[in-house]
């Protein structure tokens, strides 16, 4: 059963590879640019693009035990 899961699995992967619909699992959304490719989105260019918020705030999530 396990053996015909991974085949189903594979099939599935090498079609949605062809069909172009794979995003990269480390990559940023498409609103953003990242020229040096570090992960970090770049300052935008035009300063009307740029915003000054009053507050940042940071959150995480604990990691799930597999």
Same mark, same amino acid.
């Given at each position: 059963? !396990?053996?015909?899961?991974?085949?189903?699995?594979?099939?599935?992967? !090498?079609?949605?590879?062809?069909?172009?619909? !794979?995003?990269?699992?480390?990559?940023?959304?498409?609103?953003?640019?990242?020229?040096?490719?570090?992960?970090?989105?770049?300052?935008?260019?035009?300063?009307?693009?740029?915003?000054?918020?009053? !507050?940042?705030?940071?959150?995480?999530?604990?990691?799930?035990?597999?």
């Amino acid at each position: 059963m !396990v053996r015909h899961f991974c085949r189903w699995l594979a099939a599935i992967v !090498v079609a949605l590879g062809a069909s172009g619909q !794979v995003t990269p699992l480390h990559a940023l959304d498409s609103r953003y640019k990242d020229a040096d490719g570090d992960l970090v989105a770049d300052v935008p260019a035009d300063p009307k693009d740029q915003i000054d918020p009053a !507050v940042l705030l940071f959150a995480t999530r604990p990691r799930s035990r597999l």
